[in-house]
């Protein structure tokens, strides 16, 4: 099985949550973790499973100008985070605006602060669904994994997404 593993990250925190989910998927299935701005469709055909993730911003998948925002954030000095070296460029929305037709079993997740959804968002769900206009199967849940108001992974956050990687391999998913 081939896994493509797909993130737009701001401060890092969502690269290591795709990282993780890779990790869990490495016992069924060879597995490519990309940044949105390196992953071509062309990358992406042929894939058994596509897993794509990324920060929520305002309620949802990031915008140019909620981009712009966090890494005039990440500039400043007293902020206590750093732009993810990948972080420049379009985003999720942009690049799933491009994709064409695809054929493979996927999933969605975001990171997002903790709380209930109505308040904070979740950008995994509007990802599921434009993967599913894809011609993508979901063959999971929408699923958040959780940051502080500081902009770093809550403790145990990236065992969780080892552990749903794992839940993704094929012999463990019922869709």
């Not at 502080?148 to 552990?163: F, I, Q, S, V």
């Not at 990687?165 to 998913?173: D, F, N, R, S």
Request: hydrophobic share 40%; proline share 5%.
């Amino acid at each position: 099985m081939r896994a493509v593993v797909v993130y737009e990250s701001m401060y890092g925190n969502t690269r290591l949550i795709a990282e993780a989910i890779a990790d869990g998927l490495r016992s069924a299935a060879e597995v490519v973790v990309v940044p949105v701005g390196g992953a071509p469709q062309k990358l992406l055909e042929g894939a058994d499973l596509v897993v794509v993730g990324g920060p929520t911003h305002v309620h949802g998948m990031s915008r140019a100008n909620t981009r712009q925002a966090a890494a005039d954030m990440a500039r400043e000095p007293a902020s206590g985070v750093r732009l993810d070296p990948d972080a420049e460029g379009d985003g999720l929305r942009e690049w799933l605006s491009s994709l064409g037709h695809l054929t493979a079993r996927a999933a969605a997740f975001d990171t997002r602060i903790q709380g209930p959804a109505a308040f904070t968002g979740r950008a995994s769900r509007g990802i599921s669904k434009e993967l599913g206009r894809h011609g993508l199967r979901v063959v999971a849940e929408p699923v958040s994994f959780f940051v502080t108001k500081e902009n770093h992974l809550k403790p145990g956050e990236e065992d969780r997404a080892r552990r749903w990687g794992e839940q993704l391999a094929p012999e463990k998913v019922v869709a």
